[in-house]
């Protein structure tokens, strides 16, 4: 079987393709980007991806087969390529750096609007919900260890649940982003990560 057939065959973001493969889904994903960016996922085409990416349109319909498939597999690159957990030695630091890095990526202006575009799509396509459920709880299980750690330590009581503070750092930072519209900033980020340590630190997330 050929990269290009077997690229087409299989299912998005179930494998790592090398070589042709990869420079063809990694200039189609770009371009599904700057599609999302520019018009948002109701006006995304498969054509018109094709068209930008510079390669043929049999292979992105075979490949991909939907505009929520296409954004799946965006969502799937953008989990493999985000930016490592940060080990600062203290829960505190860890939640602060997990917090700016989400407010970079957020008011990034490319990231940003492309995040708002997958977001859209997740409220009107099962599969797109399906591909950012995952984005997020990859994201999740990345910063999981920090907590974990900290309770090793005795930061945070015995049973702490990991998830449920690596959350509560970034709601109120999407709340900001897609809701209230209110500063998205370093501080905002600072005190989104203070308040998840101190509930943390008192039980409040499931702690013996």
């Not at 050929?2 to 065959?9: F, I, R, T, V």
């Not at 969502?75 to 957990?85: F, G, K, N, Y």
């Not at 600062?88 to 990231?111: E, F, H, I, M, Y």
Request: glycine share 8%; proline share 5%.
């Amino acid at each position: 079987m050929s990269a290009a057939n077997e690229a087409e065959s299989v299912e998005p973001g179930t494998v790592r393709p090398g070589g042709r493969t990869a420079r063809v889904r990694a200039a189609v994903l770009r371009a599904a980007g700057d599609a999302l960016v520019e018009h948002g996922f109701d006006r995304l085409d498969l054509a018109d991806v094709a068209r930008r990416a510079e390669v043929g349109k049999t292979t992105v319909y075979r490949r991909w087969s939907t505009t929520a498939g296409l954004v799946a597999d965006l969502l799937a690159d953008m989990a493999e390529q985000s930016v490592p957990r940060t080990d600062t030695g203290s829960l505190d630091g860890d939640l602060t750096a997990n917090a700016r890095l989400v407010v970079k990526t957020l008011t990034d202006p490319r990231q940003g609007a492309l995040f708002k575009a997958v977001i859209a799509a997740a409220t009107c396509d099962d599969r797109a919900a399906q591909a950012l459920r995952r984005f997020y709880a990859t994201r999740i299980e990345e910063w999981a260890p920090c907590v974990v750690r900290a309770a090793e330590r005795g930061e945070v009581p015995p049973g702490t649940d990991p998830a449920e503070v690596v959350r509560a750092v970034s709601a109120p930072l999407y709340y900001r982003f897609l809701v209230s519209g209110d500063p998205l900033d370093e501080p905002a980020a600072d005190r989104a990560a203070r308040a998840a340590w101190v509930a943390a630190r008192e039980g409040a997330y499931g702690g013996a």
